[in-house]
């Protein structure tokens, strides 16, 4: 046990780490080779705050500026290990050879490792994700029994890989839209609408409440429900399993949350802001499904919303046009592109415009926020937190919040709470850039 | 007098305000043809956060967002005066109209004001703007006699119009680059200096000492040293003067500190930013001449260096290459246009782009600056600050600080700081998002 | 009677000219308020090359470069009339106002020439233009009767305003997909679907019927079918009216044109070309129907087909993806954007990119080319053309042609066509860019 | 002897033909690799019109479109043989590898070929390229000698590789700007200047005399003057020796060239031009230099002087701006980026603007321009033209010219130019666009 200056308890980070990925596709694939790259000291692990990053302890003049990973006690990559389930039967090496990320050398270096990742059988319906099908898929009578079958194999996986302890990140594709409704309401519905096959129940949450079940930490990176039901989230609260989602805030969105609180912070007004992509991976392909497409729009429109206050502002943001294309190209691959159009208006109404074109790669944004979440996740559970994560929401389109509260999507207000989440784990005096101390 | 929660007393808003501002070109003009516009209700002051802005005050289920103009005392827009001085004889009515920014219909509406302010003897010399030449210019024996002439300009201002305080904006060209040098070092070096005619004591100084021993606040909204020099921040502490600076953040750089905050939220390295910028106003020939430009280009270029600590982060931002353009290009009179090129790379090192055009109006974003700085130097001042207001760094692209600190240059925790600067002020909780308390 | 070089005979233009435009909207008003302006000196036809444009005749050498309009005899502008129908009773000026693409300051310098110009009740149905609906709409019993009325509408124009001819120009919106069915094959066939009010018959079918039966040259501004059926194609012959069509080439198709010829004349090969639009006018409003969008899709899309030659070129334009996308985006009004991106790749298969973002106005493109095509439809009545006028291709983003052939539309050839159009006809000798001459 | 339709002879393309390349770098690296890869049928010749292109014969209604290097009798690409000068050692293979355009993979395919051609000592003088300096040059006591010591290089050259026919192509770097003088009006004068080892004579003007001296056709890929100048042009036509320049048209320019035409056609005027490059590789560090820009820069500049003709075209583009700015930019590479911003107005001088942002790459645009003129400037030495030859403006962003005409640079008038120049020497009907047949 640690104890931190403020008196908390965390446990030390001891023995395996298993991370298990619902979908080994793209963003896991990526994920999965750059870590063991990383850990082979042939790659570093940019775009990752766990990483890379640093805290600012004090004053400005003290110059204390710890690596996150040395001030809090997370897992060491070195005690990670993969696993995952998948529709397609390819191991991590081949799947990551058809996505089309990282380039074959740099795969080939860590050849026999992926090659030793084969995917579990998913739990997968057609219903939920039009444009997809594959052969590697559970059958069961019915979706409790699934659910049964997934945390056997979380189980089987942790006893096979003798590992400490689990987390579970959802790297699978972005299931159709649905609202929650009543059987999402309480966990007894929910089980209840399981055994009863009831179309409300999609795939994801049904690995969502498996990793409860086992205790095992679990966020969402599609847009999809997933946990985000109070039913699982009541659920994570009980079994003392912090959760944290939902979609990951990867290409167009990030900037997104960066140039909105820009104009919101110079009160510069906004008429419209058109955004569109074109990307032509697996992702892409499913979005094509108007349905599906319809659970990504709903994550990415809701941002500017919230960050803007229109009914703060009414005079700035009581009446600007908001439209989110995506479009599957298949040139781009991997590679996608984001066109933003921006209409603001400046003094006296005068208007002005701004054009941002990301030529961005989704997976290669993506992984590092794998990367991150397990061990922050994982962390949570040590020191004791459990159901929603907030703190966690500069990962996500779409944070997770009480619902008391509104959801907070500006990045650097995001990145504030986490930074001051951990330093109030340790004890340590919380940054609010007053600052007057150097004038006296 | 105001007393605080906090115990703090701030003197009362009463009486005209009067806003001194040297240059009356397109920033000052628009700044006073909209502030007229404003108060008769014609337009909004959008891009001002003194009179748009709201601040969050205790948590977020409280919901307590008060105006920033009703939760700290400012001055009312009823209450400005405007004056100035320029090179050129233009009323400014007629200099508004040459700087093409605001449209004929909407000067007309407020013709009889602007007309009627009439710009002082400017105290100008070639040497220091080389672009620029005009007739309407004061003459001495040198540049102390100069400064005297100034204060008797800023007495007769104030007596004429009857004002309760002044405070004074750099709204001039560019001057050539300078570095701090031995007889900025003490005030009364520099006064000696002036005396002699001192080639290292340019006009933007000479204001600025003239402003200070009149006791009435500056702030500097270009790129030259004028009060960021050692003997003019003593001065100013002596005279309980306050004091900002400098250069207004308005378009590219204003986005800049944006997405750079970003990158390094996100842990994305950097392995170059291009930036280029075309406009064709008299700033953009002013700036044609590189001795301006260098001046430019050393506050331009700081930006990234403070806010991607390279020290902190060699692999990230230990090598990338930073350039900035600007061209003068006449077709495009003042709606300049930015365009930034930003290499950068994530995951395992895999390169992306961020392309970013800014088709924006360099005065209607730098005059809800000039209204800004105005009343919270005004507020300053009544409140007993003095010296650099850092707090205040949110406006400019080189933010003028205590020596013992970098400057801060994110946008963000600029914000920061300044709304933490008002809550203290006015002893309201300071805000750090941790926001455990949702969750309890 | 003129005279040519070769002996052909051109009917002097002499008298009113009389243009008759279905749709009052944007296009047409502005058209017809420019077309004024310019008579009276107020401004210049931008964009029009009867106006503007010179021929080169002979060599290089001889620098002999005479205006288009005084090589060939077109109708001076202070002889065209104007009159068209609409849905709307809004008069010209009105209906220019509410487009809001000339500025009011301008429109009211010809208030009162506008205000006269009101439209004839409309032939029109919800059926062909899901999004739109107005009063000012003629009924009867069949679609037969209706083309009488406009028959009787044409007849009373041109008696009333004392025309010696008429043209007829479509500036209606865009119908929805249609595809050429048997009762196009023959004019018996087509009358006798208007009598029985055949969903076949389109709207804009019987506009051109009408003009055709009364000898009066149609251009088809619009994607959809109108005169481009064999029915009205033969009957065009029969009765000697030359007819021209289909879709005003404007902004992104106008780049498009001649992007995709420079790709192939440097052999560069093409992966994907994607395009987008915004556009907030009543056409973007009237293509967010898909049925309408459909339309303008097939006419968007045939041309790089066409240009490219992908069977001749299976290696570089065997398998490009191209997707066009028009999005309705208020903000805009009538000043859309396009952004292309385009996929191309070079020596050896190396990728490159492109980008094209077109800030562009709508109707501002479109006006000159109604003004040309009234001249030019004009000149070729009264030189005895008849049928397609394949040389208007120029002006046409899907031009109609001889069944034998494909369509031509690469710009520049285009352009040499129609520019030989007219050599041909004065018995100038054609230019073929050969110039040996100057090597002797 | 070939015999065409018209009765031209040309001679048969037996044998070896060499290709001599002063300058070994970037580019004349990707041409050869990309030579031999294409010859081994590993990649395809993309971007090269005398290998991909085909010609229209006839009628469209014909559809012939045979070859162009099935229509004209050029060089097989298994004949070429392959040699240079470069001020450094580097073999083709490590040059290729240092340029960096085309990946280790690609080039280690032809890696033997490629060790095997080692550049011979170059004729270089730091005067004229400030930025670069070598070891591997030659020594010799005037310029004159120098001439001597290449027309030794080449004919060893050809004995060695038993070559029936040569051609040079320079592909060097960009020298510092010069106007033709005196000294270049004779080639007496030029002889003596070569002997008194004048200023005006420049590396690249010894060889182009030397290889006109030789009876080899030569081609200036660089904006500086080489061939440009009367003694040499007299020279070649001498000599019967023919010769092309000056300035690869690659990137920003063949758009340039494109879009200008696209303005002129359709009467849209232009109130400014803004080109702004950043690149990389030593083309990029040599245009650093300002002298070397100018060269660029006035090669860069002309094009749209003469595509618009503003003295034609007053009101349309008598007053545009244009500037063109080029910046070394390390961290692109071989991968320069153009960025164009284009000002237009169109009916009634409403504004509108074009943005294009070209990602392209240099040498794989080069590449294949190298190769065309080689097989081009060899089929006119067979068909007996000398002198300039007008017909291959097309690859050049400077066409040469006779002193009489302007030069043509419409890609498109070059392109028709350049097809009908190969139609007349085979005796076929010049193409016009005329096709009245298709409707009789």
């Excluded at 999507?409 to 986490?418: A, G, R, S, T, W």
């Amino acid at each position: 046990m640690i104890k931190t200056k403020s008196g908390a308890e965390i446990k030390e980070p001891v023995g395996k780490l298993g991370v298990l990925l619902p979908g080994l596709g793209a963003v896991a694939t990526t994920f999965i080779a750059g870590t063991l790259l990383v850990r082979k000291g042939l790659a570093l692990p940019i775009g990752s705050l766990t990483q890379m990053g640093t805290i600012r302890l004090g004053k400005r003049t003290e110059r204390k500026f710890p690596k996150i990973k040395e001030f809090v006690p997370l897992a060491d990559l070195n005690d990670l290990v993969f696993g995952g389930w998948d529709i397609f039967e390819d191991n991590a090496y081949e799947s990551a050879l058809k996505a089309g990320v990282l380039r074959k050398e740099h795969l080939d270096l860590v050849k026999d490792e992926l090659e030793q990742i084969k995917p579990m059988k998913a739990v997968f319906d057609r219903k939920y994700v039009k444009k997809l099908d594959g052969p590697n898929v559970k059958k069961a009578k019915d979706k409790f029994e699934l659910a049964q079958m997934l945390r056997e194999d979380i189980r089987n996986f942790k006893e096979r890989n003798n590992c400490d302890r689990l987390v579970m990140i959802w790297c699978g594709s972005t299931e159709i839209y649905m609202e929650p409704s009543d059987v999402h309401r309480s966990l007894e519905k929910f089980e209840e609408a399981m055994k009863k096959n009831d179309d409300a129940i999609s795939p994801s949450m049904i690995y969502a409440y498996a990793a409860i079940a086992e205790g095992v930490p679990y966020a969402n990176g599609a847009p999809n429900l997933s946990v985000d039901i109070p039913a699982l989230i009541q659920f994570a609260k009980e079994m003392n399993v912090p959760i944290a989602g939902k979609d990951f805030k990867t290409g167009q969105t990030l900037v997104k949350t960066v140039i909105a609180p820009m104009l919101k912070a110079r009160m510069l007004g906004l008429t419209g802001w058109f955004s569109v992509n074109i990307l032509g991976n697996r992702d892409g392909e499913v979005l094509d499904d108007p349905e599906s497409f319809k659970t990504k729009e709903v994550s990415k429109l809701g941002v500017l919303e919230y960050i803007l206050q229109p009914e703060l502002y009414p005079d700035l943001y009581g009446n600007y046009y908001h439209k989110v294309r995506i479009n599957f190209y298949p040139p781009r691959g991997d590679e996608k592109e984001a066109w933003d159009n921006i209409d603001i208006f400046g003094w006296l109404g005068y208007p002005m415009q701004i054009k941002i074109n990301f030529l961005c790669r989704d997976s290669i944004l993506a992984a590092p926020i794998v990367l991150d979440l397990a061990l922050f996740l994982d962390l949570a559970q040590r020191s004791g937190m459990h159901g929603i994560q907030e703190w966690l929401s500069f990962y996500f389109k779409s944070p997770m919040h009480a619902p008391t509260i509104y959801p907070e999507h500006d990045l650097f207000i995001q990145l504030m709470k986490l930074k001051n989440r951990l330093r109030h784990l340790m004890g340590e005096e919380l940054i609010t850039h007053l600052g007057l101390e150097y004038y006296d």
